[in-house]
């Protein structure tokens, strides 16, 4: 059984930061792509940042500079440092991981789905 438990939301003030986590059991991690997604009330979810197996990333115009997306595969864990927090990224985060760049990054398809964790920005 394949889970992906994120953690590290919070309440934070503009301009702080929070790191948010996302561990991964079973065998979900083999997956070609891990990405951080949010969704906002009201707004469709939207791609924040993915990684690829061999470290390449990219980024949301509206994150770059600002948060860095990376991974630990002998944790099977990946991980969304967010700096410079802005009102706006306050939304629902969830972790994916799956196997085509162009299904998650343009269309939020997924093999699996983390439950979200919450970041409130003020």
């Known amino acids: 059984h394949v889970q992906l438990v994120e953690s590290g939301g919070g309440s934070v003030q503009a301009g702080g930061s929070l790191r948010l986590s996302c561990a991964s059991s079973g065998n979900s991690f083999s997956r070609n792509y891990m990405a951080w997604f949010r969704q906002a009330p009201g707004k469709e979810r939207e791609g924040v940042a993915i990684i690829n197996s061999d470290g390449v990333t990219t980024y949301a115009d509206s994150v770059k500079g600002r948060f860095t997306i990376s991974k630990d595969n002998d944790k099977q864990s990946q991980y969304l440092q967010m700096d410079g927090l802005k009102p706006g990224d306050t939304a629902m985060y969830y972790c994916?991981?799956?196997?085509?760049?162009?299904?998650?990054?343009?269309?939020?398809?997924?093999?699996?789905w983390g439950q979200g964790t919450q970041v409130t920005v003020s």
């Open positions: 994916a991981v799956g196997s085509s760049l162009l299904q998650m990054w343009f269309h939020q398809i997924a093999d699996y």
